[in-house]
């Protein structure tokens, strides 16, 4: 059964990048999701150690700038002003606070800063604190994140021109299930933002959410569009869905649709192996998921995380919890 599915990127000569990415189709992706699970992870294995430092791990950590009443029907979001979660909506943050969460972010070990806004896209007027809270963040010597939602012309090449370092925007699912989660805007505008991120010259973070009762293609699908971008992107956030209850996604069908963990740790190395270059990164739900099966995840090809005790609105490990378990794994901070 391996020796049936092509490892496609070991066609390209060492050190030299393909001058196309390789294509996956759904059916590969599938394919690899079908492998016995020990088969599956020798291969993202030994893909990751061709790529990457295998026991290096890089950090990420998360500040939400503007927080909940976002107008958009995200299924599993507990920003979405309709949904009943216990979330304020609250203004744009001060960037004196933002500039003091990023120096203690840089002091616990981070080297990349994540800033995120419940907002369906920045208004115009909103962009230009913003581009102030990035400059300032990257001259304490950090890299730049941002996740503000849809991009107009224009606004991406002036988050370039700010200096902002990766632009994060997920396609979440397939394009065929994306429908059963969001209503209020479509894949093909998602893709379109990507191109923006793209065009400004930005590095592009784009990942998606696993567990929101999506079938085993549907996770495919998503993988393989995700592989398929052009070039693929440099980060690749999984998510396993953090049920808030409001959310509609929220324990559904009496927890029926939660998803088996070892299906979760084939999502990653799934992703690692259809994108070799990528840090794929281990995102929210870490706290659900336990040590054992981060474990499994950072085996499949995870080389990043969130880090810190916040994501945007839920909880994520605490880092002193983070440090022990790198101790314990002999993982080592980028
Ligand atoms: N509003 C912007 C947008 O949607 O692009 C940026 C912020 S949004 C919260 C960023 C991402 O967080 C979403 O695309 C989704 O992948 C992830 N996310 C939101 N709620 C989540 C949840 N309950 N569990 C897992 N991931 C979640
Ligand atoms: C991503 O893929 N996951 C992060 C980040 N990008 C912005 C967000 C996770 C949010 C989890 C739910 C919450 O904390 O509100
Ligand atoms: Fe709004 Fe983003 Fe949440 Fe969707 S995921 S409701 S766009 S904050």
């Known amino acids: 059964m391996l020796d049936e599915i092509p490892l496609r990127h070991e066609s390209a000569p060492a050190g ?22 020990a088969d599956l992870l020798h291969r993202a294995q030994t893909v990751h150690r061709e790529h990457h430092r295998p026991n290096e791990i ?15 029907d995200c299924g599993y979001c507990p920003q979405a002003q309709r949904y009943h979660t216990g979330v304020e909506s609250g203004a744009l943050m001060d960037i004196g606070a933002v500039l003091a969460a ?6 616990a070990g981070a080297t990349r800063f994540c800033m995120g806004a419940a907002w369906r896209g920045p208004k115009d007027r909103d962009l230009e604190p913003v581009l102030d809270m ?36 997920n396609l979440d699912t397939s394009p065929e299930f994306y429908g059963e989660v969001v209503s209020t805007r479509g ?29 085993r293609r549907d996770r495919a699908a998503l993988i393989a569009k995700l592989a398929s971008l052009d070039p693929p992107p440099e980060s690749v956030p999984i998510n ?3 049920q808030v209850p409001g959310t509609p996604l929220h324990d559904r069908h009496g ?64 880092v002193d919890a983070d440090r022990e378990l790198f101790a314990k794994l002999g993982l080592v901070p980028a």
Not at 16 to 37: G, H, I
Not at 58 to 72: A, D, H, M, N, Y
Not at 285 to 295: D, I, M
Request: net charge neutral; aromatic share 6%; glycine share 10%.
């Open 187 to 215: 894949y093909e505008d998602r893709l379109e933002t990507l191109d923006r991120v793209r065009g400004a010259g930005m590095h592009v973070c784009c990942g998606g959410i696993v567990g929101m009762g999506e079938p």
């Open 102 to 107: 990023a120096c203690a972010a840089k002091d």
């Open 58 to 72: 890089q950090l990420s950590t998360l500040l939400s700038i503007k927080t909940g009443g976002c107008p958009e």
């Open 255 to 318: 927890g029926a649709c939660a998803i088996d963990p070892l299906e979760f740790v084939r999502t990653v190395a799934a992703a690692r192996i259809t994108m070799p270059r990528s840090r794929v990164r281990l995102s929210a739900g870490r706290r659900e998921l336990g040590e054992a099966v981060q474990a499994l995840c950072f085996l499949a090809g995870a080389n990043s995380i969130f880090y810190g005790e916040r994501l945007l609105t839920t909880g994520n490990p605490d």
């Open 134 to 169: 990035i400059r300032g963040v990257k001259a304490l010597g950090l890299e730049t994140c941002c996740t503000l939602g849809m991009l107009k012309e224009g606004q991406a090449e002036a988050l370039a021109r700010a200096g902002l370092d990766y632009y994060n925007h």
């Open 16 to 37: 030299r990048r393909p001058a196309r990415a390789p294509r996956w189709s759904v059916d590969d992706v599938v394919a690899l999701y079908e492998l016995p699970f």
């Open 240 to 242: 396993h869905l953090v």
